[in-house]
């Protein structure tokens, strides 16, 4: 029943649990979601762009655009900086 859930084989799933690695099915489940947020950040940066875009075509941007922008890059930078960290450790664990 196991080995139908996880979509391994019995082999597979004694081998790995002997040598207490992570599954083939659980690595591509991490390797997706690492995809899908490395999408998210590019779509952000792509948005970002666009801001700057339209602030370079007008010649200018008011103080509070200018300052809710500015934040926005700050909290991008922070949570780039912690996913990557989390990629780290994810990228450890899978190569084991």
């Known amino acids: ?5 996880r979509h391994i084989s019995m082999t597979d799933l004694i081998i790995d649990s002997v040598e207490n690695r992570i599954f083939d099915n ?3 489940d991490v390797l997706a ?12 940066q792509t948005n970002i762009n666009q801001v700057a875009r339209i ?7 008011s103080d ?30 899978l190569a084991k």
Do not use: H, P, W
């Not at 602030?55 to 941007?61: P, T, Y």
């Open 1 to 5: 029943m196991v080995c139908r859930e």
């Open 33 to 44: 979601f690492m995809e899908k947020q490395d999408n998210i950040f590019i779509k952000i």
């Open 26 to 28: 659980e690595r591509k």
């Open 55 to 61: 602030a370079n075509g007008q010649k200018s941007i």
């Open 64 to 93: 509070v655009e200018l300052e809710k922008f500015t934040s926005m890059i700050i909290q991008l930078t922070i949570l780039k900086k912690e996913q990557n960290r989390i990629f780290e450790k994810i990228y450890s664990v």
